[in-house]
């Protein structure tokens, strides 16, 4: 009776413990494709970390050069506030590293999580799928009817082009 009191206890201790120690040096995040995460994502870009400086409140801002928006971000320089930032090894992100970026607005404030980071190439490969398919088409077809509409007219008025060292054939 003791040895099983001893043996729940360890099980207990240990399934308590590890899943803390585990999710400190890596991120546990779900597991959504690339495009349904930038779909869920009110910012987006491709950058490295420049630096780091703690905040009020124990939060930790880290400034980006962003190399590539890719939703939202309009300047070359970006504050981003995380608690801690690591890729899914657990390794710390460090400076100069070129990364993409998946994170949120609360206010005025971008905020994210290590499960916001992404591989960069991943990142603008999905943001540059062919986008506009309809408007492509519209355009497509007022172009056709403009070529065909002048096809026309020309045909009606009888008008040939004249080209240099061509003499049109006539009838006799």
Request: one cysteine or more.
């Amino acid at each position: 009776m003791k040895r099983c009191a001893v043996i729940s206890a360890v099980v207990a201790v240990v399934g308590v413990v590890a899943p803390h120690s585990i999710a400190a040096t890596a991120p546990v995040c779900a597991d959504l494709p690339l495009p349904d995460r930038l779909e869920l994502a009110q910012v987006a870009f491709v950058g490295s970390l420049t630096s780091s400086r703690e905040g009020t409140g124990g939060t930790t801002f880290w400034a980006f050069e962003v190399d590539q928006p890719v939703k939202v971000v309009t300047g070359t320089a970006i504050d981003v506030r995380a608690d801690s930032l690591t890729d899914i090894a657990g390794n710390r992100l460090e400076p100069g590293v070129e990364v993409g970026v998946l994170a949120q607005l609360e206010g005025a404030v971008v905020t994210m999580d290590s499960c916001g980071l992404t591989d960069p190439a991943a990142l603008l490969s999905v943001a540059d799928e062919a986008r506009g398919g309809p408007i492509k088409m519209v355009i497509g077809l007022v172009v056709l009817a403009g070529v065909l509409a002048l096809a026309f007219v020309r045909m009606r008025r009888g008008s040939r082009p004249s080209f240099p060292g061509y003499e049109p054939k006539t009838s006799k």
